[in-house]
């Protein structure tokens, strides 16, 4: 199995900064994308950062210039930096693996237990 384990998350002002981490472990052969994705209360989960096995990184729109994410391919970790914090940002934050596991040929997605960000006013 693959487990995901999140820290980072809590209460902010805005404007703010909060650093998300999410350790990847288990029986891992190959780790590709990584990222975040984020829901909001009564609303769709979102896609807000992603980076490929090679550094590549795309973001949703409303993070552009203030949330930066990237990875340690070593320990297994995807790091989201949110800097500037608005209140619309709070959401519960997932983490997001596509790997493989030792012994299996195909590549799975796999869900962190989610960390709750909120950006007060």
């Known amino acids: 199995q693959v487990q995901l384990v999140e820290s980072g998350g809590g209460l902010v002002q805005a404007g703010g900064s909060l650093r998300l981490s999410c350790a990847a472990s288990?029986?891992?052969?190959?780790?590709?994308?990584m990222g975040w994705y984020r829901q909001a209360p009564g609303k769709q989960r979102e896609m807000v950062a992603r980076i490929s096995s090679g550094g590549s990184t795309n973001y949703e729109d409303s993070v552009k210039g203030r949330f930066t994410i990237s990875r340690d391919n070593a320990k297994n970790t995807v790091i989201l930096q949110m800097s500037s914090l608005k209140p619309e940002d709070t959401a519960v934050y997932y983490c997001?693996?596509?790997?493989?596991?030792?012994?299996?040929?195909?590549?799975?997605?796999?869900w962190g237990q989610g960390t709750q960000v909120t950006v007060s006013s």
């Open positions: 997001n693996v596509v790997a493989s596991r030792l012994g299996f040929p195909y590549k799975y997605e796999y």
């Open positions: 288990g029986s891992i052969s190959s780790i590709d994308a």
